[in-house]
């Protein structure tokens, strides 16, 4: 080998704030808070705040590799630690406030974490998993002064540690393999998993995020996540957003309608993503007010399936473009985008919008992926065969935290547990959660179509589709509606609904009416149905 003869700069996740402070210091940061009234910073200002988190994080004990833990909503002051953890060379391990206690125990426990961050909001959580804490010494409130309160924990003050500290750090020189962030995946089977993202995986995520074929940035995008800082990353927004100049709006924990209109259009955001549950609310909002949505441009969906209806009322309605996302948080977490093409627009609007609409997404530049059937033979691209769907790339998990193997095969591809097809344009379908499809007498059901169909009758909120054991059939379809609140809605009319929509024998044996359970990342609770209605058909 001849070596290439340019510089080996490792690519490290503080350079994406040290570049944004530098070629877009005056571009702003703004951020609700618990308790406290929205906060406007600038990067040239994060990056300040992060310094001073780098020092006050050194005085706290934390060295290289260490573990520092975050229960916190979409603030600045996360947004901060997302900088100064990985940019001392420790670890950053966001966890999901909205898992059960023994699981943010666990997750705690498992990442022996030292110190632990939380917004004021978990002070009640925090207080009553502390004892069973085995690792966490150090309890930080992420609070101003004013709003702030030690609990039990004798927790200290944010803003108090970082007024102690002054401007200016050295960050370290650090290898681009190293850890940066531990996220750990909600295990809604067996304990979660945890993913440790390396610096160099999260860069490279974070500029091909911004591409054409994904997210399309410039330096004119308003972005708001709406997706968790805590649940993988919020797709990575706190990283591609600086990378690429874009003013960053951070709702903290409020994502209703009303409060995500007042920041759309009081902040001109552009852009913003979150899963489908945010956008039912949020045009449920647009059409009680009459508003509209400023200007908002494009809106990221993914987590589950986007409602076809969903997307086309955005685009009719709102003049927005919907963009589904596919991901894992074992992806880090982007696998798809579903962006145009021309050889999709040669075939018209029509045509177009229903394959990006439909379809999970298009291959993108740094996860490949592939269809594989019962024996691992690759499926071809014609948007019909499915099978198991394998990726493999930079940002794409080789080994579970503390796991004692690689969960890849010997090429490196992960099995991520759903079922897919791919099509001769790029596109990739997901048509079930592997332990969620429905066999039926032999034949494959796709839950997730049934529920894109149901979704869109009148009077339906959300629509959950489950297989349930059937003495003939061996499982049928079963539909859980969740109707809009008023909405007066009968079995015969959701079927009379679906009946010219869908072919005969995907026709839901039952449809039953109630609450439709979500997972703490906000997918539809699938086991949780089938536990509670499973036995409905087996005195047909
Ligand atoms: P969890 O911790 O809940 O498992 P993940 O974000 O890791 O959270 O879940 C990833 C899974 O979510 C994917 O494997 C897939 O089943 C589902 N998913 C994500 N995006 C979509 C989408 N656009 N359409 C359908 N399913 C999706």
């Given at each position: 080998m001849i070596p290439g003869l340019m510089q080996q700069t490792p690519l490290q996740v503080i350079d994406i704030l040290k570049f944004a402070a530098r070629a877009h210091g005056g571009v702003e940061v703004v951020s609700r808070l618990v308790d406290e009234p929205i906060v406007r910073s600038t990067y040239a200002g994060e990056l300040r705040r992060t310094e001073r988190a780098a020092k006050a994080l050194q005085r706290l004990g934390v060295r290289a590799g260490d573990r520092v833990a975050t229960l916190a909503w979409n603030t600045l002051r996360h947004f901060e630690l997302f900088y100064a953890v990985p940019g001392l060379g420790a670890i950053l391990n966001t966890v999901n406030p909205r898992l059960f206690d023994e699981q943010i125990t666990y997750i705690l426990n498992h990442a022996e974490a030292g110190v632990l961050f939380f917004d004021k909001s978990f002070l009640a959580l925090v207080e009553r998993l502390a004892p069973k804490?085995?690792?966490?010494k150090t309890f930080v409130m992420l609070s101003d002064e004013s709003a702030h309160e030690p609990g039990a924990v004798g927790a200290q003050c944010y803003e108090r540690l970082l007024a102690q500290e002054s401007d200016g750090f050295v960050w370290p020189t650090l290898?681009?393999?190293?850890?940066?962030m531990l996220c750990y995946t909600?295990?809604?089977?067996g304990e979660p998993k945890g993913v440790l993202y390396s610096h160099r995986g999260i860069v490279l995520h974070a500029i091909a995020s911004g591409l054409n074929s994904a997210f399309g940035f410039d330096a004119f995008d308003v972005v708001m996540p709406c997706s968790s800082l805590f649940h993988a990353s919020a797709w990575g927004l706190p990283f591609a957003a600086p990378i690429n100049g874009c003013k960053l709006v951070l709702p903290c924990e409020k994502m209703d309608g009303a409060h995500l209109q007042e920041l759309i259009l009081n902040e001109g955001v552009t852009f913003t993503g979150g899963v489908p549950t945010i956008w039912t609310m949020y045009l449920a909002h647009l059409e009680q007010t009459g508003g509209n949505a400023g200007k908002l441009k494009r809106v990221v969906i993914g987590g589950s399936a986007v409602p076809r209806a969903m997307a086309e009322t955005f685009k009719r309605k709102y003049g927005v473009q919907v963009l589904q996302i596919w991901g894992m948080t074992e992806t880090a977490p982007l696998g798809v985008i579903a962006t145009p093409t021309p050889a999709l627009a040669a075939l018209g609007e029509d045509k177009l919008d229903e394959a990006i609409w439909t379809r999970q997404g298009r291959l993108q530049f740094g996860i490949e992926l592939k269809v594989v059937d019962e024996n691992g033979a690759e499926a071809p691209h014609d948007g019909e065969t499915s099978g198991a769907l394998m990726v493999r790339g930079p940002w794409t998990i080789q080994r579970y935290f503390r796991g004692e193997r690689d969960v890849v095969d010997a090429d490196g591809w992960f099995d991520t547990g759903d079922i897919a097809t791919i099509d001769q344009f790029g596109f990739m379908r997901i048509t079930d959660r592997k332990k969620d499809v429905i066999k039926s007498g032999g034949e494959w059901i796709s839950s997730i179509d049934l529920e894109n169909v149901a979704v869109?009758?009148?009077?339906?909120?959300i629509a959950a589709v489950v297989g349930v054991p059937h003495p003939k059939w061996e499982e049928r379809p079963i539909m859980l509606i969740e109707a809009h609140e008023g909405a007066e809605l009968s079995e015969q009319q959701v079927l009379a609904y679906l009946a010219p929509r869908?072919?005969?024998?995907?026709?839901?044996d039952r449809v039953l009416f109630g609450l439709v359970p979500l997972t703490?990342?906000?997918?539809?609770?699938k086991k949780a149905i089938r536990d509670a209605y499973g036995q409905v058909l087996m005195g047909a």
């Amino acid at each position: 080998m001849i070596p290439g003869l340019m510089q080996q700069t490792p690519l490290q996740v503080i350079d994406i704030l040290k570049f944004a402070a530098r070629a877009h210091g005056g571009v702003e940061v703004v951020s609700r808070l618990v308790d406290e009234p929205i906060v406007r910073s600038t990067y040239a200002g994060e990056l300040r705040r992060t310094e001073r988190a780098a020092k006050a994080l050194q005085r706290l004990g934390v060295r290289a590799g260490d573990r520092v833990a975050t229960l916190a909503w979409n603030t600045l002051r996360h947004f901060e630690l997302f900088y100064a953890v990985p940019g001392l060379g420790a670890i950053l391990n966001t966890v999901n406030p909205r898992l059960f206690d023994e699981q943010i125990t666990y997750i705690l426990n498992h990442a022996e974490a030292g110190v632990l961050f939380f917004d004021k909001s978990f002070l009640a959580l925090v207080e009553r998993l502390a004892p069973k804490l085995e690792t966490v010494k150090t309890f930080v409130m992420l609070s101003d002064e004013s709003a702030h309160e030690p609990g039990a924990v004798g927790a200290q003050c944010y803003e108090r540690l970082l007024a102690q500290e002054s401007d200016g750090f050295v960050w370290p020189t650090l290898d681009e393999n190293a850890g940066a962030m531990l996220c750990y995946t909600s295990g809604t089977t067996g304990e979660p998993k945890g993913v440790l993202y390396s610096h160099r995986g999260i860069v490279l995520h974070a500029i091909a995020s911004g591409l054409n074929s994904a997210f399309g940035f410039d330096a004119f995008d308003v972005v708001m996540p709406c997706s968790s800082l805590f649940h993988a990353s919020a797709w990575g927004l706190p990283f591609a957003a600086p990378i690429n100049g874009c003013k960053l709006v951070l709702p903290c924990e409020k994502m209703d309608g009303a409060h995500l209109q007042e920041l759309i259009l009081n902040e001109g955001v552009t852009f913003t993503g979150g899963v489908p549950t945010i956008w039912t609310m949020y045009l449920a909002h647009l059409e009680q007010t009459g508003g509209n949505a400023g200007k908002l441009k494009r809106v990221v969906i993914g987590g589950s399936a986007v409602p076809r209806a969903m997307a086309e009322t955005f685009k009719r309605k709102y003049g927005v473009q919907v963009l589904q996302i596919w991901g894992m948080t074992e992806t880090a977490p982007l696998g798809v985008i579903a962006t145009p093409t021309p050889a999709l627009a040669a075939l018209g609007e029509d045509k177009l919008d229903e394959a990006i609409w439909t379809r999970q997404g298009r291959l993108q530049f740094g996860i490949e992926l592939k269809v594989v059937d019962e024996n691992g033979a690759e499926a071809p691209h014609d948007g019909e065969t499915s099978g198991a769907l394998m990726v493999r790339g930079p940002w794409t998990i080789q080994r579970y935290f503390r796991g004692e193997r690689d969960v890849v095969d010997a090429d490196g591809w992960f099995d991520t547990g759903d079922i897919a097809t791919i099509d001769q344009f790029g596109f990739m379908r997901i048509t079930d959660r592997k332990k969620d499809v429905i066999k039926s007498g032999g034949e494959w059901i796709s839950s997730i179509d049934l529920e894109n169909v149901a979704v869109a009758c009148p009077g339906v909120k959300i629509a959950a589709v489950v297989g349930v054991p059937h003495p003939k059939w061996e499982e049928r379809p079963i539909m859980l509606i969740e109707a809009h609140e008023g909405a007066e809605l009968s079995e015969q009319q959701v079927l009379a609904y679906l009946a010219p929509r869908i072919v005969k024998w995907w026709t839901p044996d039952r449809v039953l009416f109630g609450l439709v359970p979500l997972t703490a990342t906000g997918k539809i609770n699938k086991k949780a149905i089938r536990d509670a209605y499973g036995q409905v058909l087996m005195g047909a």
